[in-house]
């Protein structure tokens, strides 16, 4: 089991920044993709940025140049520090960690359990 505590969450006014944290602690294995994801009122769920042990990134097109996600293996931290922030980024992020011990081995998902930003105009 992996537990994730996520954090940094709150109001901005638009043009502002936030950084959230997800700290995982548990049974972390050496193959990792975290990620943050986001849920706004009356949408699914969609991918924010993902990053790999092996540094690859990933962002939607909405953020992609505003947001960057970034890790730290010693803390076991995953970051998304989310700059020029816009109403329309209003949500609750989610952070996604997944983890496995080699790419022939199942592969294990957990989420934490959100953290709201709203973002004023």
């Known amino acids: 089991q992996v537990q994730l505590v996520e954090s940094g969450g709150g109001l901005v006014q638009a043009g502002g920044c936030l950084r959230l944290?997800?700290?995982?602690?548990?049974?972390?294995?050496?193959?990792?993709?975290m990620g943050w994801y986001r849920q706004a009122p009356g949408k699914q769920r969609e991918l924010v940025a993902h990053?790999?042990?092996?540094?690859?990134?990933n962002y939607s097109d909405d953020v992609k140049g505003r947001f960057t996600i970034s890790r730290d293996d010693a803390k076991n931290t995953v970051y998304l520090q989310m700059n020029s922030l816009k109403p329309e980024d209003t949500a609750v992020y989610y952070c996604?960690?997944?983890?496995?011990?080699?790419?022939?081995?199942?592969?294990?998902?957990?989420w934490g359990q959100g953290t709201r930003v709203n973002v004023s105009s």
């Open positions: 996604n960690w997944k983890t496995r011990m080699s790419r022939l081995l199942r592969e294990y998902e957990y």
């Open positions: 944290s997800c700290a995982a602690s548990g049974r972390i294995f050496s193959i990792n993709t």
């Open positions: 990053i790999t042990s092996s540094d690859n990134t």
